[in-house]
């Protein structure tokens, strides 16, 4: 099964794509949109066309969205708010079935703690998908939230089974 994780964003919306066989996950492909300095319509309408492309050529099964946190600012929530809403419809255009989680169920899901900085969530992504280098914080936090839904949102309690050993809430390594 092949998993489109989003990390929505009116500036930069991140991507990732993992594909799941049994306990096994497979890096596909993640990076970011970046929308232009343009109107809201504008930047919306570049969000959906990109995610459209992204789903048509890698064919995703599920779709894992981050929810929108509130922000001190109401105006970048209700912005984000409708990034988001652009890359749900992307999904749902395609029939795909789409899926939320808050950044504390992804950052559980993957790092162990819900409270975990960016660099711990890049650190763990290019681990649990063996990546060769690290990827942005974007793309990052997608792949994560694709991560999430294949172990269904269950948090690293989903990774002893595949073979990974934990010490203190931490990956330390394969068994």
């Not at 922000?71 to 988001?84: E, H, I, Y």
């Not at 808050?102 to 819900?114: C, E, F, I, S």
Request: aromatic share 4%.
């Amino acid at each position: 099964m092949r998993i489109l994780g989003i990390d929505p964003g009116l500036r930069i919306t991140g991507f990732g794509v993992i594909a799941q066989a049994g306990g096994q996950l497979a890096y596909v492909t993640s990076g970011f949109i970046r929308t232009p300095e343009a109107t809201l319509p504008v930047r919306l309408k570049t969000i959906l066309d990109h995610l459209t492309e992204i789903i048509l050529e890698h064919r995703p099964e599920a779709v894992a969205v981050e929810q929108v946190f509130v922000n001190v600012n109401p105006k970048s929530t209700l912005l984000l708010g409708q990034a988001r809403g652009a890359a749900i419809c992307a999904a749902v255009a395609q029939g795909l079935p789409v899926a939320e989680y808050t950044a504390l169920q992804v950052k559980q899901a993957v790092v162990g703690n819900g409270h975990a900085e960016k660099e711990q969530v890049q650190d763990m992504v290019r681990r649990l998908l063996a990546l060769p280098g690290t990827p942005s914080p974007d793309a990052a936090d997608a792949l994560a939230c694709a991560i999430c839904h294949a172990h269904g949102g269950q948090g690293l309690g989903g990774l002893a089974g595949n073979g990974w050993r934990m010490r203190n809430g931490r990956l330390v390594g394969r068994l």
